[in-house]
């Protein structure tokens, strides 16, 4: 008998097995009509579960893996006929990227700045002055609440 | 049109997009939505909603978290928003706590630390409240303005509709309430080539962003587009901006990118000097 490794994360295991349990038979439907896999070469979100599955999701994190080429516009978890959601298992994918801090710098641009200011993005005098013209409510003084402190603090 | 009295009230949700980059947009879907006396309440201490894809790609659970301290900052009316990101992010947090009671009891241990009571008010995207047939009469009313004959595309954006076990909108597939709406200026929907592909706009891989971006607005012109109609702050960046480079390449589409809420300002006789158009980079000088 083969016994299957599983991740040594337990997040990645815990989604790898709730998707498991609904048995992707590997009819592709989720590769058909994947935005990301018809205009790149190398992804796949049924190989991306299926590796999950067979315990080798960690060799997908990182900076370079074909996991940040999803749209995440939700076609293959809408269409799969046994109610698996390839998409989660890309986020855990990028969420476990994150945690070893392997992810693109985009990502971690996007997380810090909700973090500090509460938002994407910062308040410019241009953003500022169009809301003005515009009859707009201020767009706030970029002090949202501190969101890190938030979190950690709960 | 409604009766008096009848006149419903939401939290206004402007996403960091639209308010910190594109406030024309805010502009229209604020001005559409007084138009049609739908009332709208502004709270300040809202954040990102946060981010489904960059925000959450970092961390499911600081994801949920801050969602759920977004819908617990106040209680009466539900929540419009004018992104279909920050209404499928929102929906499908509270979609994900009303499906898992131990989770919702810790998300909710870790909220009244900070003085909140976990809520989960129902959150929806502006175009839900405009697929009301007593809305919608409402608007073909006070048409004043027609587009009759002009050729138009229409984007839903994949977060609009998707997922559809949070969103409950449309079909998740195939939407119509765009191009319903454009019907009732007297613009003809056009049926392009992979009309419902995603914008591509959020893969984080550019390469892949691009190419998507280009075939679609090859597919636009190729179908005779002379205007594209979305619903997306971030779709509207990608065919707006994206166009502009794709353009300074050599590409040429010349199509222009309204939001759902600009093209139905116009057609509801509102001042087009009022809709910041002059903001856009494809020009929408044709339409006005």
Known sequence: MYRIER??????????MLEMARLCYTCGICVGDCPAARFSDDFNPRQIFLKVCLGLGE??????????????????????????????????LRNLSFKQGVCPQSVKAVRAS??????????????????????????????????EQFISEA | MKPEGTKQEFWFFPGCMARLKLPQVERSVRTLLEDLGVSLKDEPRFTCCPDPVMFRSASRDDWLFLAARNLSLDSGPPIVTLCPGCASSLSEARHVLDEDEELAASVAARLRKSGLKLALPHTQHFLQILSDPGVREDIAERVTKRFDGLKAGTHYG???????????????????????LLSLTGAEPVDYDDKYLCCGRPSIDDATSSAIVEHKLKAMKAAGCEMLLVACPFCFEQFDLGQAILERKGGSFGIPVLYVSQFLNLAMGRD?????????RIKPNGLL
């Open chain 2, 158 to 180: 994949c977060h609009l509709v998707r997922p559809s076990s949070a969103v409950h909108f449309e079909n998740p597939e195939k939407p119509t309430c765009l191009d319903d």
């Open chain 1, 59 to 92: 060799g997908l994190t990182g900076e370079d893996s074909p996991i940040w080429k999803c749209t995440t516009c939700y076609t293959c978890s809408e269409r799969c006929p046994a109610g698996v959601k390839p998409h989660e298992v890309i986020l855990a």
């Open chain 1, 114 to 147: 909700v973090l500090e200011k509460g938002a994407v993005g910062a308040v410019t005098q241009r953003v500022t002055d169009l809301r003005k013209r515009m009859n707009l409510p201020e767009a706030g003084d970029d002090q949202g609440p501190d969101l």
């Open chain 2, 272 to 280: 087009p000097q009022e809709l910041g158009l002059e903001l856009h």
């Open chain 1, 7 to 16: 991740s040594r994360d337990d997040n990645l295991t815990r989604i790898a």
